[in-house]
């Protein structure tokens, strides 16, 4: 895996100090206070981003900080899709532009490139990280009202007519993680869970779903609070292992997944571990964790993985190798690749409808309710609700495609089809 810059801390004074610059920028600009609707003379109505001849999109990613691997495979897996469906036309006459804007996990860079971005672009193809996308929120449902698909899986998103999740929020995610550890790796009532998570907003709401699948399943959970820019977990490790914890989840990035699992094969704490879709990178199976990864880590992931035995998944690595023959695979390519997919079916039916205006591709947006790129089912009907409850359980394998084994297919455990949601 390579060197990446630690990240720097994500802390709400910071967002919200952020969140209060940004707020005035954006009341002091009178291109903000409106979509400036025209009909051209295709008679489609469009706004801001929208010529006769240009769609422009924006997406805000980390190609830099915590998750530059997952970055860079979903901002690469647009780019594709981009340039395919350019090559074949366009949509609506217009050809597609993707602006990309590294914010490296920063939450000062992340919301300066949504400003910068917000008057330029219809809308985002890809926004990662939950925190940031939360501080935006307020913004985006009351004023900008352009549609954003993030790499972000927080049920604090949920509510918002425009950022609107894809695949299963980290609070479900969890639970369905949980269901596997007591259905498939022996946990039991009485069982302690250790649960190393980020502080914020990604690992508290992971929280929230581990607390509940342990209270229906009868476990106690053992937590371990963490920030990103902590990369070694001997700590964590040694508490709990101390505690007598039978089982892990984690809610990190892959970096601290590797440390998780390489430190506890070390101290042969050989219990089962499992994380959320964002706590691996297949790059880690080249570096020493790699070994202990394929033998005692799982991950939860919203989607069938990127080396699926599926025609979707075949044409999908076949036309990414072709552009980019020096990378390697993993699901940021298929996260990537499902937004994408979704914003640019939502702009084709709001051409059909004459309005790509920020509202008319909203609108288009709600009408897709049985989207499937080829790695599962998405329902955008309900905006309270994410575009599904299923996962995936994968596990690290170097020897498949992309280096991700599925061993459990989508499935939606029966505490998380009774979890209620708090949409943010």
């Known amino acids: 895996m390579t060197h990446r810059r630690q990240a720097p801390r994500t802390t709400a004074a910071a967002l919200a100090a952020a969140l209060v610059v940004l707020t005035a920028v954006g009341c002091s600009s009178k291109a903000k206070s409106a979509d400036g609707a025209s009909t051209g003379a295709d008679g489609v109505k469009s706004g801001t981003g929208i010529t006769d001849k240009t769609i422009a999109v924006g997406a805000l990613t980390d190609m830099t900080g915590v998750y530059a691997t997952l970055g860079k495979s979903v901002t690469q897996a647009q780019q594709l899709y981009v340039k395919q469906v350019n090559a074949a ?4 006459g217009r050809q597609l532009e993707l602006t990309v804007r590294d914010h490296g996990y920063d939450p000062q860079k992340a919301l300066s490139a949504y400003t910068e971005l917000e008057p330029k672009v219809v809308g985002y193809t890809q926004f990662i990280g939950s925190p940031f996308v939360a501080a935006v929120k307020q913004l985006v449902d009351g004023r900008d009202k352009g549609v954003v698909l993030p790499q972000a899986w927080s049920a604090s998103l949920l509510g918002s007519p425009y950022i609107r999740v894809l695949g299963s929020t980290y609070d479900i995610e969890t639970i369905n993680a949980v269901d596997f550890l007591v259905k498939e790796k022996g946990l039991k009532a009485g069982d302690k869970l250790g649960h190393v998570y980020f502080e914020g907003d990604y690992g508290e709401n992971a929280l929230a779903g581990s607390k509940y699948a342990a209270g229906k399943a009868g476990l106690t959970v053992v937590e371990q609070k963490i920030k990103p820019t902590d990369n070694d977990m001997s700590a964590q490790v040694a508490a709990l292992k101390q505690a007598g914890v039978k089982a892990v989840v984690i809610s990190a990035g892959p970096r601290q997944a590797a440390s998780l699992v390489g430190v506890a094969a070390a101290a042969k704490f050989l219990v089962p571990v499992i994380g959320n879709n964002s706590a691996f ?8 964790a790699g070994p202990a990864l394929e033998k005692m880590y799982w991950f939860a992931s919203p989607s069938l993985p990127i080396g699926a035995d599926t025609p979707a998944a075949k044409k999908l690595v076949a036309d990414y190798k072709a552009a980019y023959p020096d990378d390697g695979l993993d699901n940021g390519i298929v996260a990537g690749w499902t937004a994408v997919g979704v914003y640019g079916e939502a702009l084709k039916r709001a051409c059909d409808a004459k309005d790509l205006t920020r509202e ?5 947006l709600l009408t897709l309710n049985a989207y499937d790129a080829g790695f599962g089912a998405h329902d ?5 609700a994410p575009s599904s409850r299923e996962s995936v359980i994968l596990r690290p394998d170097k020897s498949v495609p992309g280096g991700m084994r599925t061993v459990r297919g989508p499935f939606v455990s029966e505490a998380a089809k009774g979890f209620t949601l708090k949409a943010g």
Do not use: R, W
């Open 380 to 384: 955008f009907s309900d905006p309270k």
């Open 360 to 364: 008319g591709i909203d609108k288009a």
């Open 89 to 92: 036309g366009g949509i609506c």
């Open 281 to 288: 990178a297949p790059q880690l199976l080249d570096t020493q």
